[in-house]
T-cell receptor
Framework: AQTVTQSQPEMSVQEAETVTLSCTYDTSESDYYLFWYKQPPSRQMILVIR??????QNATENRFSVNFQKAAKSFSLKISDSQLGDAAMYFC??????????FGPGTRLSVLP | EAQVTQNPRYLITVTGKKLTVTCSQN?????MSWYRQDPGLGLRQIYY???????DKGDVPEGYKVSRKEKRNFPLILESPSPNQTSLYFC??????????????FGQGTRLTVV
């Protein structure tokens, strides 16, 4: 069964600095999708960024970018110019076509003013 | 607006009193799921459905029931709630996934407390 690991239960970053959240996953498949979701104190689950495994180019969305290392099964999220509104729980998730999502345990990010 | 609507947002109940949490989506998604979120454990899947009248157990199905009589609705039923079911619950919907529209869309969450 696929598993997703986030080895950092908590992290903190100074406002305007850059932080990287780690995610590794276990799969024997070659075609799948990876996601980062953000959960602010409002509890709403918000999609931050998505990566298709067949694409070699790393996805970016404004201040958010990923480092996708397929051979290493690693999918880290980089947040540049951190803002107070970035403080949240971040979940990494894996999915194959037609299959369910598998979520990691989450990383709680604090942003220090 | 594309959305998943989940109700109620907060619920306090007593042990053994049957309850239902409703979930409805307006995106014509085939897939719907229920998750519970507990500290340090992330999101664990309770039940999922890949289409009308098709449901299957997730990782933690004990004590829960679901039904999928219509494509848009996927209620979660706790026949006899117990304190260990105190948790934050999420409903989510998605398409089967393809080259587009692969992500899950989540409801607002239901904070359930069983006393």
């Amino acid at each position: 069964a696929q598993t997703v690991t986030q080895s950092q239960p908590e992290m903190s970053v100074q406002e305007a600095e850059t932080v990287t959240l780690s995610c590794t996953y276990d799969t024997s498949e070659s075609d799948y999708y990876l996601f980062w979701y953000k959960q602010p104190p409002s509890r709403q689950m918000i999609l931050v960024i998505r990566q298709e495994a067949y694409k070699q180019q790393n996805a970016t969305e404004n201040r958010f970018s990923v480092n996708f290392q397929k051979a290493a099964k690693s999918f880290s999220l980089k947040i540049s110019d951190s803002q107070l509104g970035d403080a949240a729980m971040y979940f990494c998730a894996y999915r194959r076509y037609g299959q369910n999502f598998v979520f990691g345990p989450g990383t709680r990010l604090s942003v220090l003013p | 607006e594309a959305q998943v609507t989940q109700n109620p947002r907060y619920l306090i109940t007593v042990t053994g009193k049957k309850l239902t949490v409703t979930c409805s989506q307006n995106m014509n998604h085939e897939y719907m799921s229920w998750y519970r979120q507990d500290p340090g454990l992330g999101l664990r899947q309770i039940y999922y459905s890949m289409n009308v009248e098709v449901t299957d157990k997730g990782d933690v199905p004990e004590g829960y029931k679901v039904s999928r009589k219509e494509k848009r609705n996927f209620p979660l039923i706790l026949e006899s709630p117990s304190p260990n079911q105190t948790s934050l619950y999420f409903c989510a919907s998605s398409s089967p996934g393809g080259r587009v529209d692969t992500e899950a869309f989540f409801g607002q969450g239901t904070r359930l407390t069983v006393v």
